[in-house]
């Protein structure tokens, strides 16, 4: 089966830099997503590691470990706009292209 | 990436009775997936909708509390049938689809905020 596991909340400073991990066990790797979710809204998309290392994506990084099972979600010169719901998500092995979602780390940007 | 209308974007309903929910997708797609995200919450798969066969339910969730239309490649329903106060969720649908620099990736509607009282 799978699991995934990131922190519920985080709290960081205007301007500043934040981590957000996820790690996860699956029995099938194919790929893992990030998402942002504001309240009320839809989850868009953020970013698509399939292969180990660091993809940027202007203020945004997202890096895997597939041999650890873990990823983080990096974000630089963080904006008040930037409080949301991240989530992190792989898609079921074997089971028709559905997503599996982590609980969502709760992102608060503080001035 | 595909775009997706989804409607209701929020409702307001009696326990008891039914809301249907409606997804119209401006490309063809194989599959559409509809999602529950209770409050607080993340998102839940509810089943993988089929043009042309009977969806498939993850465990949990069964067709008579929320069955599933899919008449063609772009469009599908949701109905929330006999709702209570526990049934106050959004409810998201979402397509497979083209992503930039991401090869494919998964696209949501704008979602259903539904609130049974």
């Known amino acids: 089966g799978q699991n995934i596991d990131q922190p519920t909340e985080m709290t960081a400073t205007e301007g500043a830099i934040v981590q957000i991990n996820c790690t996860y066990q699956t029995s099938g790797f194919n790929g893992l997503f990030w998402y942002q979710q504001h309240a009320g809204e839809a989850p868009t998309f953020l970013s698509y590691n399939v292969l180990d290392g660091l993809e940027e994506k202007g203020r945004f990084s997202s890096f895997l470990s597939r041999s650890k099972g873990y990823s983080y979600l990096l974000l630089k010169e963080l904006q008040m706009k930037d409080s949301a719901s991240y989530l992190c998500?792989?898609?079921?092995?074997?089971?028709?292209?559905?997503?599996?979602f982590g609980q969502g780390t709760e992102l608060s940007v503080k001035p | 990436s595909a775009v997706i209308s989804q409607k209701p974007s929020r409702d307001i309903c009696q326990r008891g009775t039914s809301l249907t929910i409606q997804c119209q997708v401006d490309?063809?797609?194989?599959?559409m997936f509809w999602y529950r995200q209770q409050p607080g919450q993340s998102l839940t798969l509810i089943a993988t909708a089929n043009q042309g066969s009977e969806a498939t339910y993850e465990s949990g969730f069964v067709i008579d509390k929320f069955p599933i239309s899919r008449p063609n490649l772009t469009f599908s329903t949701l109905t929330v049938s006999n709702m209570s106060p526990e049934d106050s969720s959004i409810y998201l649908c979402?397509?497979?689809?083209?992503?930039?620099?991401?090869?494919?990736?998964?696209?949501f509607g704008s979602g259903t905020r539904l609130t049974v009282v």
């Open positions: 490309s063809q797609v194989t599959m």
């Open positions: 979402s397509v497979e689809s083209p992503l930039p620099r991401a090869g494919y990736g998964y696209t």
């Open positions: 998500a792989v898609p079921g092995y074997n089971q028709g292209g559905k997503l599996i």
